[in-house]
């Protein structure tokens, strides 16, 4: 199972549909993934600790295109990242 993050924030445990925020409750950290193997979005409630690496590991779904080929793709990236292999020229060869 490949989880791919997302996002890393704090939720309150309470929140969600139909449900009414209680006062004086605390907010913990949520964990929101894409699998990639199953090809679904998902969440889960995490540690602070893990909460701070899986911030780290953060990716965002940006538009690619390839200069070769002209082929338009999305990809996840990290952050500073600005190139990817285009899966079009992959294929070809």
């Excluded at 004086?24 to 909460?51: C, N, Q, R």
């Amino acid at each position: 199972m490949t989880k791919i993050t997302l996002s890393v924030c704090k939720a309150y445990k309470n929140s969600g549909m139909n449900r009414v925020h209680r006062k004086k409750t605390k907010k913990s950290w949520k964990h929101y993934f894409y699998d990639s193997d199953k090809e679904k979005f998902g969440t889960e409630w995490v540690s602070t600790l893990k909460a701070l690496i899986l911030k780290r590991k953060v990716s965002k779904k940006k538009q690619m295109v390839c200069l070769e080929c002209g082929y338009s793709f999305y990809a996840f990236l990290k952050k500073d990242t600005e190139e990817c292999e285009c899966p079009n020229c992959n294929d070809n060869e």
